[in-house]
């Protein structure tokens, strides 16, 4: 998603001009912005500051000043980035690339913020939807940082060194945990009858479909985890029960963010919880999608030697599983093709090694838009296609941002690559605001007719309308039924289980 949290705006939008008002020179943003052009001073962005003004608990001062640090990160991130392309893009990329981005992240890190002052005090509302939103200083000048101090925190905090945050970092290398060499003597998990594991084992790519074990072209449904640093309680044995038993669906993406106080962080904790849930998954006989979720920086290639121990890891606890899909590169953005496709040349011979016949999803570009919101198409892939076989290309929406024309930009390139959906939302592309479910119909019925899969963002409690599950829920111990679920949850649930989307 974001999206750190959520997602890129991809609408189409006007050039963003320079005009002048009584003599002052001011940013023409209201419908869109596009790419400053070359000779032009570069713009650089107006944030507005976040303010805490509640007492942050000791135990929580730490994460809360990390966050409020990597909001200047990302305020220097979009700064460089505006300079770095200036001439370059079409009428739309700022919006698109820069700001669209930005806003997402700043959501996704206040709501951070949020929850983990929540964890030990009353969830504060620090007014996401108005602050994240970050507008164009056109004549460039410095911008305005955030303040990193906080209230006085409750009970004694212990003295933490205030952690550093530099705006961009060298490629992250490998971790010190030791990848396996071999697989591992391995043994399939048993799987409940009836189930979709039990019904269509291993799966493949044939053609432009994905197959079951018997050659016959299947639509798997199911959803997406929301990061799951971010939400770790709303993915755990009672929630897929709830997903497998109570919506019928085929299986969970696992949303496994690596920067954002993801895998980085802690490779061996998180990618322990990552096979943990792969087990709990299995034994309910769901399909796993088990998402390296790569948004900011966008060049997979920045984070190459984790991914390679990630998967290896990964691979080598689930050697003998028929239920495991890797999706190696969730939105690469800002990148060409060709080093997406150089990525994946590099970790699928890591993923092969102790899964040979694995199905495997490959990002594209674009934040995942087949390169349409680069203003490319999916002509890209059909002339250099990653060689390796079972392998599928990814496609992301949201109902109430991509309408028609990406539509038809599905169908036909529907003709030519395997495709799979493995995010989408029913709402805009911040993943919030209004559900559009006749637009979201209008998707399903598409890849129903493709035999397309996909998984819905997100199985989440958060306050955001691409949540699942109500606030609070993934408190509990109760997943299952309607009363749990927001508007979007009911819709999904219904369309996976009835065939028929309702949000009632």
Same mark, same amino acid.
């Given at each position: 998603?974001? *999206? ?7 609408? &189409? ?28 001073? %570069? ?22 000043? &990390? ?36 806003? +997402? /992240? ?5 709501? *951070? ?18 602050? %994240?939103?970050?507008?164009?200083? %056109? ?13 006085? !925190? ?31 003597? !391995? ?86 919880? =990552? ?68 990525? !994946?040349?590099?970790?699928?011979? =890591?993923?092969? /090694? ?28 059909? +002339? ?6 079972? =392998? ?16 038809? %930009? ?52 958060? &306050? ?19 009363? =749990?679920?927001?508007?979007?949850? *009911? ?14």
């Amino acid at each position: 998603m974001y *999206r750190s949290r959520l997602k890129v705006a991809r609408t &189409r939008v006007r050039r963003w001009q320079v005009v002048a008002v009584a003599g002052v020179a001011t940013v023409a943003v209201g419908i869109g912005i596009g790419v400053a052009s070359a000779g032009q001073a %570069a713009p650089t962005v107006n944030c507005p500051q976040v303010k805490i003004n509640v007492a942050v608990p000791a135990q929580q001062r730490a994460d809360v000043e &990390r966050n409020l640090q990597l909001l200047n990160t990302q305020i220097t991130e979009a700064n460089n980035r505006l300079r770095s392309t200036v001439g370059q893009g079409g009428p739309n990329f700022i919006q698109n690339a820069i700001l669209g981005p930005l806003r +997402d /992240k700043r959501v996704a890190t206040i709501d *951070r913020i949020e929850i983990a002052i929540g964890r030990n005090a009353a969830r504060p509302n620090l007014n996401a939807a108005k602050v %994240a939103t970050c507008t164009l200083n %056109a004549s460039g000048g410095a911008s305005q940082q955030q303040p990193t101090a906080m209230p006085a !925190a409750t009970g004694t905090a212990t003295a933490t060194a205030k952690p550093t945050t530099p705006a961009t970092k060298a490629p992250t290398p490998a971790p010190a945990t030791t990848a396996p060499t071999s697989a591992p003597a !391995a043994t399939a998990t048993a799987v409940p009858a009836g189930t979709p594991v039990a019904v269509n084992g291993q799966l493949s790519v044939c053609g432009t479909k994905l197959c079951n074990k018997n050659g016959t072209a299947i639509q798997l449904r199911g959803m997406s985890s929301h990061g799951l640093q971010f939400f770790p309680n709303c993915v755990n044995a009672a929630s897929l029960d709830a997903i497998r038993n109570d919506w019928n669906a085929d299986f969970i993406r696992l949303s496994m963010y690596v920067q954002e106080g993801g895998l980085e962080t802690d490779p061996t904790g998180f990618t322990n919880k =990552v096979n943990g849930l792969v087990d709990t998954a299995t034994k309910l006989g769901l399909y796993v999608i088990v998402d390296f979720h790569i948004l900011t920086p966008g060049d997979p290639n920045f984070n190459l030697g984790l991914a390679k121990t990630f998967f290896a890891n990964v691979t080598a606890k689930h050697a003998g599983n028929d239920n495991v899909i890797y999706e190696i590169a969730n939105e690469p953005n800002g990148v060409s093709w060709t080093a997406i496709k150089s990525y !994946a040349d590099q970790v699928i011979p =890591v993923i092969r /090694k102790n899964s040979p016949n694995s199905v495997v999803l490959v990002g594209t570009r674009g934040f995942s838009s087949l390169g349409l919101t680069d203003g490319a198409t999916e002509q890209e892939i059909i +002339d250099d296609p990653v060689t390796f076989k079972n =392998v599928m290309y990814t496609f992301h929406f949201y109902a109430a941002s991509h309408g028609a024309d990406r539509r038809a %930009a599905v169908a036909r390139a529907a003709k030519s690559l395997p495709l799979f959906v493995s995010e989408f939302g029913t709402q805009t592309f911040t993943g919030d605001g209004g559900n559009d479910f006749t637009s979201t119909t209008a998707w399903l019925d598409l890849l129903k007719s493709l035999k397309i899969g996909y998984g819905m963002w997100s199985l989440s409690d958060g &306050r955001e309308t691409n949540s699942a599950f109500k606030q609070g829920t993934c408190s509990g111990t109760t997943f299952k039924g309607t009363g =749990v679920l927001t508007e979007s949850g *009911r819709y999904i649930r219904s369309r996976i289980l009835t065939g028929v989307g309702s949000p009632n």
